[in-house]
């Protein structure tokens, strides 16, 4: 056996691998539902002030990137860019949100939204933290 490692792999190389993992997950992944998405609020202009995307991922909501032009920050756009995601997500049949977030990044923010902290990896990459975060969306309907 040779084990060989290459600190400039390809993009075929890379590909080989993630095609590797892909192949024996699929059994367990394949009826499971994967609907990417996004949502933007745009300004007076017409210009985008910010925006999200996330996938829909089996029952949950993945939030996966959201920003908010730094001139509009502070008027709620963040907030609301969530809302509409978890209100798109709950009308989906989702139960629950996932998201993560550095320590330089939205922590308070997610927490003031209803998030709860779930893990936290510290000192990552170098000297910041990660921070794992849920969230159960609550359904108006009456099942």
Known sequence: MTIEVNPNPTPEEIQSVIDGVDRHNKPHFEAIRSQDFTCFVYDNKGEKSGGLYGELWGDWLLVKYLWVN???KGNGLGRELLQQAETFALGKGCHSVFLDTYSFQA????EKQ???????????????????????????RSD
């Open 70 to 72: 730094p001139k509009s």
């Open 107 to 110: 922590k308070p923010f997610y």
């Open 114 to 140: 209803g998030y709860k902290v779930q893990m936290t990896l510290t000192q990552y990459p170098v000297s910041d933290a990660r921070h794992y975060l849920t969230k159960a969306l609550i359904s108006q």
